[in-house]
Nanobody, 121 residues
Framework: QLQLVESGGGLVQPGGSLRLSCAASGFTLDYYAIGWFRQAPGKEREGVSCISSSDGSTYYADSVKGRFTASRDNAKNTVYLQMNSLKPEDTAVYYC??????????????WGQGTQVTVSS
């Protein structure tokens, strides 16, 4: 059964860091690009980052550029999102999604269940 499971969310103070994981099962991650998305209460889901499988190219929303870093460990079938210098406006449920191919321009075809990130003092 194909599955994506996010973990690593939690409560952190402003300026703190978290590392989210997106573990894949039921398929081999190394062919697919993986996107990270988030949805804050009352807001639409937005794209945060994407990492391709072809050459590991990464893409970031302007709001997180310089603070978030996506990476992948194909041997562990897992993608990560390192989040530094967190701000209260980063509070949201974070999701990973599989792209239907190796590049970030492909559409999303499978989603994880999400993990809550709360940035608050």
């Amino acid at each position: 059964q194909l599955q994506l499971v996010e973990s690593g969310g939690g409560l952190v103070q402003p300026g703190g860091s978290l590392r989210l994981s997106c573990a894949a099962s039921g398929f081999t991650l190394d062919y697919y690009a993986i996107g990270w998305f988030r949805q804050a209460p009352g807001k639409e889901r937005e794209g945060v980052s994407c990492i391709s499988s072809s050459d590991g190219s990464t893409y970031y929303a302007d709001s997180v550029k310089g603070r978030f870093t996506a990476s992948r460990d194909n041997a562990k079938n897992t993608v990560y999102l390192q989040m530094n210098s967190l701000k209260p406006e980063d509070t949201a449920v974070y999701y990973c999604a599989r792209k239907s191919g190796p590049l970030c321009v492909f559409h999303n075809d499978y989603w994880g269940q999400g993990t809550q990130v709360t940035v608050s003092s």
